[in-house]
T-cell receptor
């Protein structure tokens, strides 16, 4: 299996920064996705890392280190609407998802 | 981005009946579609990979006779939950990738179907 681990929950204040970690154990994959999912809705794409390093897209950045089996999603300038579940997923054409991290943004 | 439409969004059915869920790619062709199930506060679990014109590939532990998948065209895949029971109540989500898009294209998700079996 791929043993994808994420923290279950995180809480942060509006305007702050939160880092969601994702660790995994797998022999090989094409890349790692991050998706956002609001309760009762389908996941929406946030970012995709193929190579090691940081990918920045506005307030969201994602980092991958294949040698360390580690990725993180960084959310900056948190807004209330960022309260959601964040899923990392390994891509070997099929996507294998972590359990998701529920982020709660408080005023 | 590309649009995947899933229907119905909610369905309530009686135990023992069958329910069909449709997944359509609206503005692109999808050689492969994926069906996931998600229980409350849990992650998406892949049930099967649906390939246009051929049999679906089911994940270990998923009953292929209970969850019938048909992928008759490049824009439509259906999942039929046969003889549904209360334990089948869940959130079912399909996703699709653009045909010819390669391994690194993102997957687009349907809106999901909330199935409740009473």
């Amino acid at each position: 299996g791929q043993n994808i681990d994420q923290p279950t929950e995180m809480t942060a204040t509006e305007g702050a920064i939160v880092q969601i970690n994702c660790t995994y154990q797998t022999s090989g994959f094409n890349g790692l996705f991050w998706y956002q999912q609001h309760a009762g809705e389908a996941p929406t794409f946030l970012s995709y890392n193929v190579l090691d390093g940081l990918e920045e897209k506005g307030r969201f950045s994602s980092f991958l280190s294949r040698s360390k089996g580690y990725s993180y999603l960084l959310l900056k300038e948190l807004q209330m609407k960022d309260s959601a579940s964040y899923l990392c997923a390994l891509n070997d054409y099929k996507l294998s998802f972590g359990a998701g991290t529920t982020v709660t943004v408080r005023a | 981005g590309a649009v995947v439409s899933q229907h119905p969004s909610r369905v309530i059915c009686k135990s023992g009946t069958s329910v069909k869920i449709e997944c359509r790619s609206l503005d692109f062709q999808a050689t492969t579609m994926f069906w996931y199930r998600q229980f409350p506060k849990q992650s998406l679990m892949l049930m099967a990979t649906s390939n246009e014109g051929s049999k679906a590939t089911y994940e270990q532990g998923v009953e292929k006779d209970k969850f019938l998948i048909n992928h008759a065209s490049l824009t439509l895949s259906t999942l039929t939950v046969t003889s549904a029971h209360p334990e089948d109540s869940s959130f079912y989500i399909c996703s699709a990738r653009v045909a010819q898009g390669g391994m690194n294209t993102e997957a687009f998700f349907g809106q999901g179907t909330r199935l409740t079996v009473v």
